[in-house]
């Protein structure tokens, strides 16, 4: 099984995921350049790291979502298969049409970079079951275009099909009702503006970053059986 990290020009969180998977999680990443039209084989999952695909030009990810490769990535999201982006894989799945509503400038205009304060809002998509409903995690922020933003009746959607994963404790770029991270109506796709891969070690301030990933290998894992 094979974990599939999309590399796109400008991303720069994607050896950050590999070097988690395969040294700290002990699985097996594979690097997919933008311009392929295909997935490897034995592809489990795919993840779209964090970065300034494209220079972040015309609105983060506007233009990565016309890349080769994201017409195998919604087919496979399709198919019910896991799809998890981080920051930057957030802003493209959701310019993509992976995922519902739209990520706007920090409401300060400023980039922020600091570890923030999450709440795991659902304990129980294939991406954090591992986790208990309501604990609180830290993961880093890094981003200028994090606010998160939907409609009135997108968010009355998230709320009672249970899509909002994560939430902001302190809201630091004026995300819409704290949202920090959505997953699609199904379930198999994930968006987060917060890093669970800066914080999958303790070296680097803390590890509950690894217990997202364990989520993710475990559902695969079953998936396979
Ligand atoms: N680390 C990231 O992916 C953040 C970059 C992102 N494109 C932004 O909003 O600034």
């Known amino acids: 099984m094979k974990y599939a990290i999309i590399r796109f020009p400008g991303s720069n969180c994607d050896w950050d995921l590999f070097y988690v998977l395969r040294d700290v999680m002990a699985v097996t990443p594979e690097f997919v350049d933008y311009r392929e039209t295909t997935l490897p084989d034995e592809t489990a999952a795919v993840l ?27 087919a496979f999201a399709d198919a019910g298969h896991p799809v998890i982006g981080i920051c930057n894989g957030f802003q493209i799945l959701t310019e993509a049409g992976l995922l519902p509503g739209a990520l706007r400038k920090n409401s300060s205009l400023d980039f922020i970079c600091k ?23 830290m993961f880093p922020i890094a981003h200028g275009e994090g606010n998160y933003y939907c409609d009135d009746a997108t968010l009355a959607q998230l709320k009672q099909n249970h899509q909002i994963a994560f939430t902001y404790q302190n809201n630091p770029n004026g995300s819409t009702a704290d949202i920090a991270g959505v997953t699609n109506e199904r379930g198999n796709v994930l968006g987060m503006m917060p890093h669970p891969e800066r914080a999958s070690e303790a070296i680097l301030g803390g ?8 989520s993710l290998i475990a559902s695969v894992t079953a998936a396979a059986q």
């Open 48 to 74: 779209v790291p964090g970065g300034f695909s494209y220079g972040d030009y015309l609105r983060s990810g506007a233009i990565a979502r016309f890349s080769p490769i994201m017409a195998a990535v919604k």
């Open 115 to 137: 570890p923030q304060p999450l709440t795991v809002t659902n304990a129980t998509t294939l991406f954090t079951h591992e986790f208990d409903a309501g604990e609180t995690v």
């Open 207 to 214: 590890d509950d970053g690894q217990r997202l990933f364990a």
